[in-house]
Structures are given as C-alpha cells and as structure tokens.
C-alpha cells in the first residue's frame, strides 16, 4: 500500500511558501493531509490547495503533530524556534534559511549533486543558499568527469532574493525615475545595514552585510556551501556578489579549472546537455543563451556561453542562470522530500 504523508509549510504566505504550495499540487508522492503554517497575523486567513480550501494557523511547537515532513520558509529565527520542536513530533524539518546550513549535524542538499547525504539527517536538512544551488548543479557533471579545483564566481541576482520590500522598491523607484521624481532608499542593498543606495537602474555589489574578511555573507555562504556540498574543503572558491534591477532570475558568471587536460568545450557541453536539471542553451552564432527573464517561473538551472579560458588550458567560462525562487529555493526544497521518499528514509 502506497503510504500517504501529512506536509507542512511554515511561512505558506511568503514568497517561497507560496510556491511550495503550488508545487506540492504535483509531487511524486501521496499526500494525506497539509497545514499551512505562518505568524499570528496571518493566522485565519485561507489558501486553496488541490482545489480545497486550507486555514492558515499560527504556527506552535504542538503544530506538528502527526507532520511527517515540514518544509520552513520564513526566516532563520522561525526555524530556529519550531525545528527542533518539529523534529520532536516526529517530522523531518527541510528549512530553506541559513540557520542550520553550516552546522555539521545536518546536510546540506542538492539533489542533482549529493542525494546520498540525505541518509546522514538528524531530523533537519538544509536548503542551500540560492546562488549556490544552481551553480553546483551545473558544475557536478563536469566534477564527476574531469574532476574540479578551482571556481570564482561573480553573480548578478534579482531583488526578488531579498524579499516582497525589495521588489517594491524596485518598482517604486524605476516609476519615479521616469517620472522625474525624487525618492528616498529605504531597503537596498541591505534594509538593517547603515546605508541605502538606489537598486533601480543600478548594479549593488553587496548582498548581506559585509564580514571581518571584507566578503559580504552572501559570498561566504557560497564559498562555504560549495565546499560542504561537494565534501572537498580544499576547493578553492571566490565569490563576488551583485544585486541587479531584475525581479527574477539569479544569473552568474562563473570560471572554473578541472584537472584533467585536454578537456574540450564540446565535451562539457554534451556533459550539460545529458544533465539531470540542466538545460543547455549555447549557440552564440544564433545568440542563443541563458538570461532572467527566459528562466522565470521554470524549474531549471540553463547554461551558455561555455567557452575556454584563453590564458589557462584547464579553465573554462559559462553562464548559469536560474529562477531563484523555484530552483533556489521552493523547488530545490521539494527534490529533497521527494528524494527522501524514492530512496526510503522516510
């Protein structure tokens, strides 16, 4: 008998909740029975699910009762609140913050690139951040086949990963611009931190606050995640962050060097082109690549512009791009139930 399972979401009115719960209307797997989680403020408002009407509730430790998986999307302080408590009641947490990403006891989990790690869980499992999830989903096939030492990123990614302020200010501020009127930054690049500068018709490179090393957050949490997930903590990663007038759609710039010689571009781009979740788009002679708007709503991670380094025989150049609310996030977080349940651990 095919067994059936009890999903929550915490934080279902948020903007990665939200699409979780559209994506669950289509797993893999049975679903019994859903609650959908959010704040005090939220609580009693519906949602539709299945074509059924769903009550939000105030999330509480004794929301977890019965819960079998619990998908956490709103905000570190939330997960690290509820998730043991969920855990407790016998669920397997996914969170998608950063609370738990770096702690040992937990993995840290692209589908594509480590499934095997989910059986090491302790009743929490990470979500990466959303840069990272789509550059080592592209980079895992050409790990595997000529093996990886170096990656230096510099990555241009929508307002849309800061949050529903964010795109709002990103709108407000363009209208104003056209219009010839005065505004006041509020928001970005960072809303706690010291200073605002405009987003719209702007680059801002900074995401998160700056750290001791002059890094920002969101760039070690790229140089740390990668590493956790590939379990190689000698790969040498570097990572520039930029926040760029998009609503959707990280994109980045990425150079790596493999190990082996005398790799072909032809030979990664077949690699690419078989890849679970990749879909390769590289035909420069039609102009034909990865950008934003193209990868919006998709659950992909695309790749172009795969070329060779001139200067270094085992470098290469691409261009990954994906949306950074399903792939980076919502989607990425579903891959991890479902592949809990094909491989039993549930």
């Excluded at 659950?299 to 512009?305: I, P, Q, S």
Aim: glycine content about 6%.
């Amino acid at each position: 008998m095919t067994k059936s399972y009890h999903v929550a979401v915490v934080g279902a009115t948020g903007a990665v909740g939200t699409q979780m719960i559209q994506l669950l209307e289509d797993v893999t797997f049975s679903i019994k029975e859903v609650s959908f989680l959010s704040s005090a403020r939220s609580a009693g408002k519906k949602l539709t699910f299945r074509g059924e009407e769903v009550i939000i509730k105030e999330a509480t430790p004794e929301s977890f009762a019965g819960v079998d998986i619990a998908l956490f999307s709103a905000g570190g302080s939330i997960s690290e609140r509820f998730a043991k408590d969920a855990v407790a009641h016998g669920a397997i947490v996914i969170d998608n913050t950063s609370a738990f990403r770096m702690h040992p006891d937990v993995p840290l989990v692209v589908p594509e690139v480590n499934p095997e790690a989910l059986r090491d869980h302790k009743g929490i499992i990470a979500n990466p951040n959303c840069s990272t999830i789509q550059m080592v989903a592209a980079l895992q096939p050409i790990r595997a086949a000529f093996g990886l030492n170096r990656i230096i990123v510099s990555t241009y990614q929508a307002v849309s990963g800061s949050g529903i302020q964010a795109i709002e200010e990103l709108q407000t501020q363009s209208q104003a611009i056209l219009n010839g009127e005065d505004f006041t930054p509020a928001v970005m690049p960072v809303k706690g931190d010291k200073k605002h500068f405009q987003i719209a018709f702007n680059a801002l490179p900074q995401i998160d606050v700056f750290t001791d090393n002059d890094y920002t957050y969101e760039e070690m949490k790229m140089v740390n995640e990668t590493k956790k997930i590939m379990s190689d903590t000698s790969m040498k990663v570097a990572a520039t962050c930029v926040r760029i007038p998009v609503i959707t759609g990280h994109s980045e710039s990425v150079y790596i060097e493999v190990d082996q010689d005398n790799v072909k571009v032809s030979e990664i781009q077949e690699l690419l082109r078989n890849a679970p979740g990749v879909v390769l788009e590289d035909d420069t002679a039609n102009q034909v690549y990865p950008h934003a708007a193209s990868s919006a709503g998709k659950k992909e991670v695309f790749v172009g512009r795969v070329r060779h380094d001139l200067d270094d025989s085992k470098g290469f150049h691409m261009w990954i791009v994906s949306d950074n609310l399903l792939k980076g996030a919502a989607w990425n977080s579903i891959q991890i139930a479902e592949s809990l349940i094909e491989q039993e651990i549930i």
